[in-house]
Structures are given as structure tokens and as C-alpha cells.
């Protein structure tokens, strides 16, 4: 199975704030990467896809990038909306495997 | 509107059987890659099972022979069969959409229905 780790697990930020989240593969699953945004109760969003593609109706300061192993998801200027979890998802191949999950904080 | 609402989760002994129901609404499942997944209270996410238009299903390791993915293209609605439960499948159960290419992701999601296995 194809492994994905995120960095950091926990971030604190601060409306208005630029964060980077880092998605890793364990081999090379081209651009074949998705970002969701979760909140608490709710079920996932998708807000990224092939890498670096904006899902339609998701804010423009969301923005990805990388291929291959290494992946980063960034939010331009943070919205108070913005605090969620963040989870990476490989779908290369089966079994689709999502990272552990990156929660952003209000700092 | 496109939705998809789950349904058929509740608490269920170690060993028990169960079976959750994903009605879709907006868009057809027979002709769209359809998923089950799920959270395990305070995890990350897990996928579980697939089919695909052509009646394909694949599984993860973990559940092949205990969970049995279908649907029924008249209801419009999707299925998972769970058998032999155990406590680790305790979890929050999603449906969701493979986006409509190749490499698909996953593009639409149910609010989930929560499946607790305890005795």
C-alpha cells in the first residue's frame, strides 16, 4: 500500500496567516494527489485535485502544488473559516490511502 | 440537488451483521464510480470499497470476504453488507463519488452514518 504522511500533525495560526501543509508519498504517485477540508461532525470537501487543481466553488487562496513523492497544500490568507483538518488522499491505486490528517488551530 | 444520505447505522454485537443503504439524489449511481468509506472516532479517514459502472467492486484487504458492496439502480441507492463485525469496525460510514475520469477522486460526500460495534 501506497503510505501518505502529512506535516505537521497540528498548526496554529492566525487569521490572515499564509500556511503551508506537506503531503508525502511513499513512492511516486505522479499528480494523482487530493486535498479534503474537514470540520468537526461533517463530512470531507474535496478542495484540490490532480495536485494542483482548484475544485470548482472552493476560494481562490487555496492553492497546491509538487508531484511525485512530495506535495503542499497552501492557504494565501487564512479566513476564520478556514480552521478544519486537512487530510491528504493518493489515487494512484487501490487501496486509496489518505494521510493522517493535518488539524489547523486558532492560534 | 445532488446528495447522497446515508442510512442503517446504529450499535451491533461483535460477530453481528449490518447493512447501510446510500440514496442518492441529483445524479445516477449505476453510472458513476460509487464508494464507501469511514473515520473511526477521532481518525483519519479509510477507504473501504468500490464499484464501478461496469458492476467492477474492489475492497481494502481488511474488509474483503466480511463487507460486500452493491446497489440497486432502481432505488438509486448504494449498499454495504457488513458481516462478522468487530469492535475496530466502529466507525463513521461515508458514501461517496468518484469523479468522472480515469483517476478519479472523490468529488461528492454523504454526511455519514455512524456504525458502533460493542457488546
Known amino acids: 500500500d501506497i503510505q501518505m504522511t502529512q506535516s505537521p500533525s497540528t498548526l496554529s495560526a492566525s487569521v490572515g496567516d499564509r500556511v503551508t501543509i506537506t503531503c508525502r508519498a511513499s513512492?511516486?504517485?505522479?499528480?494523482?494527489l487530493a486535498w479534503y477540508q474537514q470540520k468537526p461532525g461533517k463530512a470531507p470537501k474535496v478542495l484540490m485535485y490532480?495536485?494542483?487543481s482548484l475544485e470548482s466553488g472552493v476560494p481562490s487562496n487555496f492553492s497546491g502544488s509538487g508531484s511525485g513523492t512530495e506535495f503542499t497544500l497552501t492557504i494565501s490568507s487564512l479566513q476564520p473559516d478556514d480552521f478544519a483538518t486537512y487530510y491528504c488522499?493518493?489515487?494512484?491505486?487501490?487501496?486509496?490511502?489518505f494521510g493522517q490528517g493535518t488539524k489547523l488551530e486558532i492560534k | 440537488e445532488v446528495q447522497l444520505v446515508e442510512s442503517g447505522g446504529g450499535l451491533i454485537q461483535p460477530g453481528g451483521s449490518l447493512r447501510l443503504s446510500c440514496a442518492a439524489s441529483?445524479?445516477?449511481?449505476?453510472?458513476?464510480?460509487m464508494n464507501w468509506l469511514r473515520q473511526a472516532p477521532g481518525k483519519g479517514l479509510e477507504w473501504v470499497s468500490v464499484?464501478?459502472?461496469?458492476?467492477?467492486?474492489y475492497y481494502a484487504d481488511s474488509m474483503k470476504g466480511r463487507f460486500t458492496i452493491s446497489r440497486d439502480n432502481s432505488k438509486n441507492t448504494l449498499y454495504l453488507q457488513m458481516n462478522s463485525l468487530r469492535a475496530e469496525d466502529t466507525a463513521v460510514y461515508y458514501c461517496?463519488?468518484?469523479?468522472?475520469?480515469?483517476?478519479?477522486?472523490?468529488?461528492?460526500w454523504g454526511r455519514g452514518t455512524l456504525v458502533t460495534v460493542s457488546s
Open positions: 461517496a463519488r468518484g469523479s468522472s475520469s480515469y483517476y478519479w477522486y472523490f468529488d461528492l
Open positions: 441529483g445524479f445516477t449511481v449505476r453510472s458513476n464510480y
Open positions: 464499484i464501478y459502472s461496469t458492476g467492477s467492486t
Open positions: 513512492q511516486s504517485i505522479s499528480s494523482w
Open positions: 490532480k495536485a494542483s
Open positions: 488522499q493518493q489515487y494512484l491505486t487501490f487501496p486509496y490511502t
